[in-house]
């Protein structure tokens, strides 16, 4: 079966004048246009495709690669609006729907918003929503505390960023625990920091318990033999001082600096810490 909004590895049946024929194993077949056919390709060939709907509702291969396929979360540009909804571009020729009853917030042309590509049941259409948080469930959840996960920020919050765990979940990570600039779009490594009652998932940006202080102490360390051995904090720097240079919380600081002091790697001093020579 031809998978619509995703990719398929289809056989090359035979060549037309609009475009070459491919295949599933079971008979169903997809035009791809002929200026997405490759050079050289032969008659029972197999062809990697995303396939989608064309402006006539038609399925359509074709061997670009859109920025979001279904089921996925990107963010993406509106380019047009009209009385049908708002369109985002999604690198293919055909933009991709976003009904308005599908948009969290009236969409502006010209901005990026987080979408969730899915066939829409009732008009069979592939198209876009930016109504997040209904394509995410914490019902079944196969999460643990400390566990390394992708997240993608969805949402700026009053509490802090909401943000989509492995594609799957719905997290939160608290605005006072951020210690880096974040944007809505960004992808990035998470932790698991805890787990409610109500499922509801908060997300840490660094590792915890001795993970965190690992990556504390490998930051500063870091940090020194760039800064030519010497690093300008102290325990008397102030958090956001601590902050921009790196991206740590004064508490994080202080038990990395703990750590690489009881490893004799620095030395403390009255205006900052100094990288000891190795021997």
């Known amino acids: ?15 037309t004048s609009v475009g070459i024929f491919l295949g599933d194993e079971e008979g169903t077949e997809i035009l791809l246009p002929n200026k997405y056919v490759p050079e050289n390709i032969e008659q029972g060939q197999m062809l ?10 038609r399925p359509i291969a074709t061997t670009l690669n859109p920025y979001i396929k279904r089921g996925d979360f990107s963010l993406l540009e509106v380019v047009e609006i009209n009385n049908i909804g708002a369109f985002a571009d999604w690198g293919l020729e055909k933009q991709l729907l976003i009904p308005y009853r599908e948009q969290q917030t009236k969409v502006e042309e010209g901005k990026k918003y987080i979408v969730h590509c899915f066939m829409d049941e009732k008009s069979f259409r592939l198209v876009g929503s930016t109504k997040i ?29 909401s943000v989509a765990i492995n594609d799957k979940h719905q997290g939160l990570i608290f605005a006072n625990e951020v210690f880096k600039q974040i944007a809505v779009g960004d992808r990035l490594t998470g932790y698991i920091k ?12 660094q ?51 703990g750590i690489l002091y009881k490893k004799r790697l620095i030395v403390l001093e009255e205006d900052g810490i100094r990288l000891l020579a190795e021997d």
């Open 207 to 257: 590792p915890t318990g001795v993970q965190l202080l690992d990556a504390a102490a490998d930051t500063i360390l870091s940090k020194l033999k760039q800064g030519h051995g010497f690093l300008p904090l102290h325990d008397k720097s102030s958090p956001d001082e601590i902050k921009r240079e790196l991206e740590l919380s004064k508490k994080a600081f202080k038990k990395g600096v």
């Open 194 to 205: 805890q787990i409610r009652e109500d499922q509801k998932v908060d997300v840490s940006l």
């Open 1 to 15: 079966m031809i998978k619509i909004g995703d990719y398929n590895t289809l056989e090359v049946l035979r060549s």
């Open 133 to 161: 948080d209904r394509f995410l469930d914490n019902a079944e959840m196969n999460l643990e505390i400390g566990q390394e996960v992708a997240i993608l920020v969805y949402k700026k919050t009053e509490l802090g960023w």
């Open 48 to 57: 990697n495709v995303f396939c989608y709907l064309d402006h006539m509702e």
